[in-house]
């Protein structure tokens, strides 16, 4: 009997002593992954520049789209330098500063002020253009502000002044990511020429053949847009047949804040600044005069063909109060040997852009004699041949993509904007639906839960880690890949101050 | 004939797989195969017999009612015997001879008497007396000279107070005790608290029955008696309130309830009881003597036999059935009217104490410039100030989410063989299955909740040891809060509701055509509020309860367990020394088996916790009138350092029957397990524990808001004149620095100390004329790094990141999490206490008694950490009653009453109301039938009762009851 109730104790004992550890989570790995990862490059323009709110700065670099993927999915060190890097809080600013002369620095965004309509936009501050890791050839990222496909492709191109301030142009930037042997690429090449030639007011060439036609503000031809991407792709691929990619196609811009935030009626403006009011009436009346004027010595030009006068009736009411803009289109006029300004009200289904609403309270806009200039706005019909032109190039893209064997794979940023906006209408103003993560709706907007930073055109960290995730994506669909996707809501979004 | 029981035993301790209810049957087929075979060994025990009479010594009157007790060792604290007849005639039963018997009457000097062999015609001579012999029970209500001279606290109930007493079961009547808070949950579920800090979830109070620790291991409390002794098997139980860790374990911080049941040797024969009441369940019918429309049944049975008076056999059964109390408080405690308990135009935040879904809101600001331009305010009027306001969704109700049947059954089995006359070893199992409602961190709904316990113990005079083990199977049991999350979930998640509904809102819809169109199934893919009562509601209500909470349901899955070993032994030789010198020790292993629905085992992370600890303790006599003791405990748990747990306490006798006494302690609490391991998704919040391995996985650092603080920003914008966007940013900016206040430090949450209790205690004790006991002491406890919970709420955006948006998203349950973290406070909490006793029996047998207790805590008001005190200022109970007001009819009526006092809890927080209450019991004798019959009633004036916040009310309740004792073994 006792030595039962010994055994009953020992063993209950033995039990109760007995070592418990917390195990270690085994990592989960998925071996059917078809890609190789082991060495990821960039290349594209001022989608992976790391450019926000306007200027290459310190955080931009951090929050760039090829530094979240790299960094945040565990690819490379927390650490290395992959892109080009400024050191600088405020920055460089790529818009404000003549000629990268300057030390203009990030925009900083304000609240409605007195001066202002919607949000006041200042510049900070900066520095001038200095790379903190020029000429470095072991980059991850090929990635500069407004690089168009052939500041990639060509060898001494001079035309993008970034790519030029890091890199001699003796190599291009297209040779130098090919000499650095990557298994993975992902391009983005389009956005930059369709920005470029769109935010000059679509004055540039719309359709160049030859690289030696081509300048700044200019659009490649479809034929040769597709012979440079087709090239690119094939340099990645030759120099390393099992090398695969991702290529980004083109949104439509015209669903960017740079275009779309400014509406075309501001009749809240006008009503409530008198002033301008009174300034811009008797100028318009005194402008329709000399129109009035000309007609009445050439009366057999028939009215479909007469210029447009500035309607400016609801004085009060104001709420046919069109800006006054630049068009370079309308007929030469002269009177009395003097010419008559091209000017006429922008419609309704025009563009503005964003930037110029921080002069229309000084009468920008309104006044004959501070009309909006060409470059500042796009009508109805340069923004229909560029949203054909984007639609075009996104066609190329795809077509590159499924001749490519599998070997690459597409970013749909073109639908990803489609179903931010779903739900938008600008003229009947109407929000868009957005995107909602764990509750948090994030918009296409400048704005406190928006996605893009304070210039209108390039994200801000939040969307950043949108666009990346859109790249995380298109990994785990087309590559078996199993990447987690980043958090948005747990990266900085477009600050707003208050007061000055 | 014992080997297979015990093969059995040390099977289920090394094989711990087994599941619940594969030993559930193995212990009715003990129990079965037990019967059958003592059956026919019956014949064998039969009992003998003692015979006699009491008289006066005097004259030779006989003594009407006089105890005839059994005396001697052991029997203390055992009340075993018979009262004599209106002649004075008694007839006795026992197992052995010689046997010790003690006779007492009142007015009488009691009387021992040794019987050696069966005798009939024994004749007791009482002498007369005004006051008692030293050294002996007065009566049996009233104290021993052991228990006045005891130093620390103990309120000692025995069988026959047990019986007497006015309450369905006996475990019910513990809230007449001095000093008792009795939070009831259910028609089963009571629990047991003293000292302050009470809970439906009471960690700080441990309750035993015959030494195994009864709480439900993947709870860490016990969930009242529903595994405990039934009524026809409990001996005595007795409550030191208080802090006893030195001697009882870290654990012991509010006091220990220890049961101790029948034994079969002490205790043969058969007894059988069948019990109903009636219940209201009638919603806010409060008139005066509600019958009540519902029935609760109560049949219990118990049979003990000895054989060879060296095997003791005892089995015993219960099983309740009926309505459960229902909490259906549907008053609105969010901001409000309390009657406002639908969403309107002029509240939106409505928030019901007993319905689940609607509980967090969210906070919107909207310039009164708003509503100007255009907004429709759908009944929100802009104040001058601005129009913030707070949303909530529409909840379900309790009735509509539970059906409120309760049932408990019970079976215990025990096996005792006597290795020597002084050494017993015993085999004791428990089980119970329950269906009740239970107030845990969120309303709950038991269901086939089993419990499992088994005992191994060799019991000698110096010598105890005992292995037990507590196995706990949740059933189908389910949260019902997190039902009702999951429900308003299905149809549409917060994250998109509350997106739409602010919007809406601000799209200038109104307040009721925001939340209309956000209930609606726009965009189309979502559903409208399922409605109870449609197949709909069923069928989707029958999915969340049986999907375990992991995988996106509500139920529980538990199958934890708790091992433990523990031994103690009282040396003789230290005697010179020490008029008594015990050592003891513990080790015991907790395993929670919760798969991820409670605790953090999820796959791969199975957890364990095991402790142990070792005590000594002495009493010297320093002089003929002053007592010294003093004990000295270690502890360790595996997550946290060892500890020492130290007490000193003096009794000085002031004259015979007066005592003094004060007592310093200090002692040490583990966090349990659920403050450990917790990781309960409630829906509304999520509770977890202070390990660091669990928050870490949080990430609360620099990522979360202290809610306290949260809440005050929020309060300084509401009060802020807004008119339109840019004062509603420009306040925001202001008054930043309060939520930035509040952004979880780097160093918080960095794991969990052992809470410190430092406690003085003083008192007096006496026993005037030997009918009165008088008693009153002081408290006042210090508790350091006191466990409790803090609330936080972490965004989707980290402060740290983005401070205005996350003071934004934090403000709304679709864009962050509440997280009740498991912490210790950083500033001192003390609580103190008066309670005072007086206790009367009156020379003819009535008995008075009257005990209040003063309840307070000191807290600093900026202590973020909510410590749930939970305790009535005030505390009155009254007691009188007579047991034998003729020979076969006895009474007792009890009034209890209790202040208003401030519930905290993590299931809500509220006032619950003072009440004051009146039982009866009516107790009538059937001497030929060998019976008992009761009548009673609790709350018979129907008074509204709540003793928690959210809790069900306790409605009038009616009883009779019949108890059927062949063999006289009461």
Redesign the interface.
């Known amino acids: 009997m006792k030595k039962s109730i010994l055994l009953l104790f020992t063993i209950s004992l033995l039990y109760a002593c007995s070592e418990f550890e917390f195990p270690e989570p085994e990592p989960q790995l998925n071996s059917e992954v078809t890609a190789d990862f082991s060495n990821i490059v960039f290349i594209g323009g001022i989608r992976f520049s790391g450019v926000l709110d306007g200027a290459l700065s310190s955080q931009g670099y951090e929050y760039a789209v090829p530094n979240l993927f790299l960094k945040e999915s565990g690819f490379v060190d927390q650490e290395a330098v992959l892109a080009p890097k400024i050191i600088s809080e405020n920055g460089f600013n790529i818009y404000t500063n003549p000629d990268l002369n300057g030390t203009d620095g990030a925009f900083r965004l304000f609240y409605p002020q007195d001066d202002t309509l919607f949000f006041k936009r200042e510049t900070r501050l900066g520095t001038s253009l200095s790379y903190e890791n020029s000429g470095a050839e072991n980059l991850s990222v090929f990635g500069f502000p407004n690089a168009t496909l052939l500041d990639i492709t060509e060898t001494g191109l001079s035309i993008n002044p970034y790519t030029t301030s890091f890199f001699d142009n003796s190599t291009s930037i297209l040779q130098r990511a090919r000499m650095t042997n990557p298994t993975f690429f992902i391009m983005d090449l389009g956005f930059d020429h369709i920005f470029d030639f769109a935010k000059h007011g679509a004055t540039g060439n719309p359709s160049v053949n030859s690289i030696d036609d081509f300048d700044s503000g200019d659009l490649l031809s479809e034929d040769m847009f597709r012979e440079k991407l087709q090239y690119a792709v094939d340099q990645m691929i030759s120099s390393n047949p099992e090398a695969k990619g991702l290529l980004f196609n083109i949104p439509d811009i015209f669903r960017y804040p740079f275009f779309t935030l400014m509406p075309t009626s501001i009749n809240s403006h006008a009503i409530s600044k008198k002033s301008i009011r009174w300034d811009a009436q008797p100028l318009a009346i005194s402008f329709n005069q000399r129109i009035f004027d000309y007609y009445d010595q050439n009366p057999l030009v028939i009215e479909d063909d007469r210029r447009p006068l500035l309607d400016f009736d609801g004085l009060d009411h104001a709420d046919r109060w069109g800006l006054v803009v630049e068009d370079k289109k309308l007929t030469d006029l002269v009177y009395n040997a003097t010419p008559i300004p091209k000017l006429k009200q922008i419609e309704l289904s025009d563009y503005v852009f964003y930037q110029n609403e921080q002069l229309l309270w000084s009468g920008y806009g309104s006044l004959v004699e501070t009309p909006i200039k060409e470059d500042g706005y796009l009508d109805l019909d340069e923004a229909v041949m560029i949203q054909e032109k984007i639609r075009a190039y996104n066609a190329i893209i795809l077509d590159v993509i499924n001749n490519s064997n599998g070997k690459l794979a597409q970013v749909n940023t073109f639908q990803f904007f489609e179903d931010m906006f779903r739900g938008y209408n600008r003229l009947l103003g109407n929000p868009t639906e957005g995107l909602n993560i764990d509750g948090v709706r994030l918009e296409p907007l400048i704005s406190r839960d928006g996605i893009f930073s304070g210039d209108g055109i390039n994200m801000n960290p939040v969307g950043n880690v949108v666009i990346t995730n859109r790249i995380i994506e298109a990994i785990n669909e087309h590559f078996n890949g199993n990447l987690q996707k980043l958090d948005p809501n747990n990266v900085p979004n477009t600050p707003f101050g208050i007061g000055n | 004939m014992f080997a297979k029981p ?1 093969k059995a ?2 099977k289920l ?2 094989n711990y797989k087994l599941t619940s209810r594969t030993i559930v049957k193995r212990l009715f087929k003990s129990i079965s195969l037990t019967l059958v075979i003592l059956a026919i060994a019956q014949s064998g025990a039969l009992a003998q017999t003692v015979v006699g009479k009491v008289v006066r010594k005097d004259n030779k009157e006989p003594i009407i009612f006089a105890n005839v007790m059994l005396s001697g060792p052991k029997y203390v604290n055992k009340s075993i015997g018979v009262s004599s007849d209106d002649k004075g005639d008694f007839f006795l039963t026992v197992n052995e001879f010689p046997v010790e018997i003690e006779v007492s009457a009142l007015g009488f000097k009691p009387k021992k008497v040794t019987v050696t062999e069966s005798v009939s015609g024994l004749v007791i001579e009482l002498e007369e007396s005004s006051r008692a012999l030293e050294e002996f029970v007065i009566t049996e209500e009233k104290i021993s000279q052991e228990e006045l001279r005891a130093p620390i606290e103990t309120i000692k109930v025995n069988i026959a107070a047990i019986q007497s007493t006015p309450s369905f079961n006996f475990f019910d009547a513990v809230g007449n005790l001095k000093g008792v808070d009795l939070t009831t949950q259910s028609v089963v579920v009571n629990t047991v608290n003293t000292r302050g800090f009470n809970s439906s979830t009471n960690q700080r109070f441990r309750q035993f029955s015959d030494g195994i620790d009864n709480q439900a291991p993947g709870l860490s409390f016990s969930l009242g008696n529903i595994v405990g002794p039934g009524t026809l098997d409990i001996e005595s139980y007795q409550i030191i309130p208080g802090p006893s860790s030195a001697f009882y374990g870290p654990s012991s911080f509010n006091g220990v309830l220890e049961m101790k049941t029948k034994n079969a040797f002490d205790y043969p024969g058969l007894t059988f009881s069948t019990k109903g009441a009636t219940v209201s369940v009638v919603k806010d019918n409060s008139k005066f003597l509600n019958v009540g429309e519902n029935f609760i049944r109560d049949v219990a049975a118990r049979y003990a036999f000895t054989i060879n008076d060296r095997i003791g056999i005892k089995v015993s059964a219960a099983s309740l059935d009926g309505v459960d109390f229902r909490a259906r408080n549907y008053d609105n405690f969010g901001p409000g009217k309390s009657f406002e308990n639908v969403h309107s135009g002029d509240n939106q935040s409505v928030n019901l104490v007993n319905g689940y879904g609607d509980d967090r809101s969210a906070f919107i600001v909207v310039p009164s410039g708003f509503l100007a331009a255009g907004g429709e305010g759908g009944g929100l009027v802009p104040t001058q100030t601005d129009t913030a306001f707070t949303v909530t969704r529409s909840s379900y109700r309790e009735e509509d989410l539970v059906n409120y049947d309760a049932s408990n059954t019970k079976l215990n089995a025990e096996i005792a063989v006597k ?1 020597t006359p002084d050494m017993v ?1 015993s085999l004791t199992s428990f089980y119970s299955k329950t269906d009740a409602m239970i107030t845990s961190e969120d309303r709950i709904a038991l269901r086939d909740f089993e419990v499992y316990q088994q005992k ?1 113990e ?1 019991q000698g005079k110096r010598l105890l ?1 005992r ?1 037990y083990s507590t196995q706990q199977d949740a059933g189908n049991t389910y949260n019902v809060g997190l039902l009702a999350d999951e429900l308003v979930q299905r149809a549409k ?4 509701w ?2 739409q509904y602010t ?1 809406l809102y601000r ?1 200038g819809r109104g307040v009721v055509g925001a939340r209309n169109l956000a209930d609606s199934q726009f965009p189309g893919t979502f559903f409208r509020k399922f409605e109870p009562g449609t197949d709909q509601y069923d069928s989707i209500r029958s999915n969340i309860i049986s999907t375990e909470i992991t995988q996106g349901g509500a139920r529980i899955f538990d199958e934890s367990r708790l ?1 433990h ?1 523990e031994g103690k032994y009282e040396f003789e030789d230290a005697q010179d020394y020490f008029s008594k010198l015990t050592i003891g020790g513990n ?3 907790y395993d929670p088996e919760s798969a991820g629905t409670i605790f953090t085992d999820t796959i ?7 402790e ?1 600890g070792a005590f000594v303790e002495g009493t010297r006599a320093i002089s003929a009138k002053t007592d010294v003791s003093a004990s000295l405990r270690f502890d360790k748990n ?1 997550n946290f350092d060892a500890k020492l747990s130290q007490r000193l306490s003096v009794v000085r006798q002031k004259s015979e029957t007066q005592f003094f006494r004060a007592s310093f302690q200090r002692g040490f609490r583990f966090a349990n397990i659920r403050e450990q391991f917790y990781n309960q998704n409630l829906g509304d919040k999520t509770i977890i524990g202070g390990l660091t ?1 669990v928050t870490d996985a949080y990430d609360l650092q620099g990522n979360a808001f202290i809610q306290q603080s949260l809440l005050a920003y929020q309060d300084a914008l509401s009060e802020s004149v807004i008119t339109d ?2 004062q509603l ?2 306040a925001k ?1 202001q008054h930043l620095d309060v939520a930035q206040s509040g952004i979880v430090g780097q160093d918080q949450f960095r794991g969990l100390e052992p809470e410190q209790i430092t406690s003085f205690e003083i008192g007096y004790k006496s026993l005037i004329q030997d009918r009165r006991v008088f008693e009153v002491n002081y408290y006042r406890n210090y508790y350091q790094n006191f466990i409790g919970n803090l609330r936080v709420v972490k965004p ?3 402060p740290s ?2 401070l ?2 996350a003071v ?2 934090a403000a ?1 349950p ?2 962050s999490e509440v997280i009740f973290v498991t912490a210790n406070s950083t500033r001192q909490i003390v609580t103190q206490g008066l309670e005072m006793v007086y206790d009367i029996t009156g020379l003819s047998g009535i008995n008075f008694a009257v005990n209040a207790t003063f309840a307070d805590i000191i807290q600093d008001s900026d202590d973020p950490l909510v410590p749930g005190f939970n305790t009535p200022p005030f505390k009155f109970n009254v007691k009188v009653g007579h047991r034998k007001i003729s020979e076969n009819f006895g009474a007792e009526f009890t009034w209890r009453s209790r202040t208003g006092f401030e519930w905290q809890s993590a299931f809500a927080d509220g006032d619950v109301g003072g009440f004051s209450t009146f039982d009866i019991q009516l107790t009538f004798k059937l001497p030929r039938a060998n019976s008992l019959l009761r009548f009673g009633g609790n709350n018979i004036y129907n008074i509204d009762q709540f003793n928690s916040f959210g809790g069900p009310e306790i409605s009038a309740f009616y009883y009779v009851s019949f108890t059927f004792d062949p063999f006289q073994s009461r």
Do not use: C, H, W
Not at chain 2, 604 to 610: A, E, I, K, M, P
């Open positions: 015990k035993t040390l301790l090394t290795i070893m191994a060799l040891v292995a998640p917060d994250e998109l509350f997106d919007r799209a091992y070993v080790y015991r292993v791969g992370n199975d957890l364990t916790n095991f142990y595996e391995e966007n840019t940013e420009f900016l989707r955006t980290s990141v983005d205005i948006r934004e998203q709304s679709g864009t």
